[in-house]
């Protein structure tokens, strides 16, 4: 009989604590609970174990103590990075640059700055999520203060060219230095070489949640955001959790110790879910980069399926995974990152794979997921009919006032009523509509010619999208 163990895919949320963070918590629980700032015996003893942790994080990021800071997570790293940079750098100017499938956390700081009179600029990515050392070369100019590049993305895993980006950008005037968001590779991954600030996030590795890790090389101009602070350099202010930067220390480096064997191993389960969630599930397209990418993530994005109603059944079965897909009930926002890969942003699946996975788990997943996704279609009535004798040249169909997938899932159902060379026109006034109906047309092979002010076709709103049948 099949194990019906919850699985939990979603490290790249989140990953469970690591059982030497759990020891290590518990012992400087006991042992490292003082105030590090002061010279008594408890003081001491906690500023010891500080100090290790550290030298630790330091080791294995390739920083010098010195230059580590530990924060409350790897949001405010990111943060208090970008504007202390922007503020130390303020007299080259307030240039910032960006690639476009960054954490939201890169975005709205972005967002604050250009508010309060900054300029930005958004490098964009290839299909595969990768953003070009070119492209990035060639939105810096001489004011530019900062640039901001993650070192795999959070949602597809896609594996960045940091190093070839931060050696264009020290032949730059001035040498515009380069933020690295390294929170989804820390553990996995050596750090990339070539950052000027470096970001991560201990609960992505299997350390508590609660600490997140701010380096700042020495010779990067930095100014805080924030008052002055006598603690961790001045960088970030309040009282640090000795005890958990302890344990997140300490995950750090039984997860480093573990990654190449590890590393091989799920790469290995991931390649398997990649090839074959497409042989088993229709209309299907795997997302982010197929070699340059995290050993642990797949992405891949299901037609004509709504993501939050396929996490729901996958998680009925059972089976813990996560979701960009533009269709959530709190946004109903297509996710930044699929829209500027340019790929199908609906019925979207992140698998992030635990360490200790095995190949029985992953066969478990293969063998629910067609299960639950052909029950979420099954509704829908997606046979495609033949094109009648007399079918029309021209379709136009009003997928006005409804949200997706549903735009995508009438325009599939219907382009069969014309026959090859004719023309559909999808009425929508919903913004993933933009996205995900030139997306399907690349998977279906068929044409998109753009789209028009839906006023043409009598509408009081919206767009038209047009879509040319090939045979």
């Known amino acids: 009989m099949p194990s019906t163990e919850p699985l939990y895919f979603d490290v790249a949320s989140t990953a469970p604590l690591h059982p030497v963070a759990r020891q290590a918590l518990a012992a400087a629980l006991d042992e490292g ?43 405010q790293a990111v943060q208090l990075g970008m504007l202390g940079a922007l503020r130390g750098r303020r007299r080259t100017g307030r240039h910032l640059v960006h690639s476009a499938v960054e954490h939201s956390s890169v975005l709205h700081t972005a ?37 901001v590049l993650q070192s795999a993305n959070h949602e597809v895993g896609t594996v960045q060219p940091v190093a070839e980006v931060a050696e264009l950008l020290r032949g730059t005037p001035g040498g515009v230095p380069l933020l690295v968001d390294a929170a989804q590779s820390i553990g996995r991954l050596p750090a990339p ?115 939050e109603v396929l996490l729901t059944e996958l998680d009925r079965a059972g089976i813990a995974v996560s979701s960009g897909s533009s269709c959530t009930s709190s946004t109903l926002t297509p996710s930044h990152v699929l829209a500027a890969m340019g790929v199908l942003t609906e019925g979207n699946v992140r698998l992030s794979l635990p360490t200790g996975t095995t190949e029985a788990q992953v066969d478990r997943f293969l063998t629910v997921l067609p299960e639950v996704v052909a029950a979420v279609r099954a509704p829908l009535g997606l046979e495609l009919a033949a094109p009648a004798a007399d079918a029309p040249a021209e379709l136009v169909i ?24 004719g023309l559909v026109v999808v009425l929508a006034d919903d913004e993933a509509a933009r996205l995900d109906i030139p997306a399907w047309c690349e998977m279906r092979e068929q044409t998109y010619e753009g789209e028009a002010p839906a006023s043409a076709y009598g509408a009081d709103r919206g767009f038209a999208y047009r879509v040319r049948r090939v045979g």
């Not at 015996?41 to 990021?61: C, M």
């Not at 958990?244 to 039984?254: G, P, W, Y």
């Not at 997928?399 to 060379?421: F, Q, S, T």
């Open 193 to 307: 070489a070539g950052w000027s600030l470096l970001t991560a996030s201990a609960h992505k590795w299997g350390g508590p949640a609660g600490v997140g890790v701010l380096a700042v090389r020495k010779g990067v101009r930095f100014n805080s955001a924030l008052p002055a602070d006598e603690r961790e350099g001045g960088r970030v202010p309040g009282y640090v959790n000795v005890p958990a930067i302890v344990a997140a220390a300490a995950a750090l480096r039984a997860v480093r110790a573990e990654a190449a064997a590890e590393n091989a191993r799920l790469h290995a389960l991931v390649e398997r879910i990649r090839s074959r969630v497409p042989q088993l599930v229709p209309e299907v397209e795997v997302v982010g980069d197929p070699v340059l990418r995290l050993p642990h993530l797949v992405t891949f994005s299901c037609l004509y399926v709504d993501g």
């Open 111 to 147: 967002e604050s700055h250009l508010a309060e009179g900054g300029e930005v600029s958004v490098v964009p990515v290839d299909r595969g999520g990768r953003a070009g050392a070119d492209r990035f070369a060639a939105a810096v100019r001489p004011d530019t203060a900062l640039a």
């Open 398 to 421: 009003d997928a006005l006032g409804k949200r997706c997938p549903l735009p995508v899932i009438e325009l599939a159902k219907r382009i069969g009523e014309v026959p090859p060379g």
């Open 33 to 75: 609970w003082g105030d590090p700032a002061r010279l008594h015996r408890s003081g001491r003893q906690a500023r010891l174990l500080l100090d290790a942790a550290r030298e630790t994080v330091a080791e294995l990021i390739g920083a010098r103590p010195d230059e580590v800071s530990f924060t409350s997570s790897g949001t």
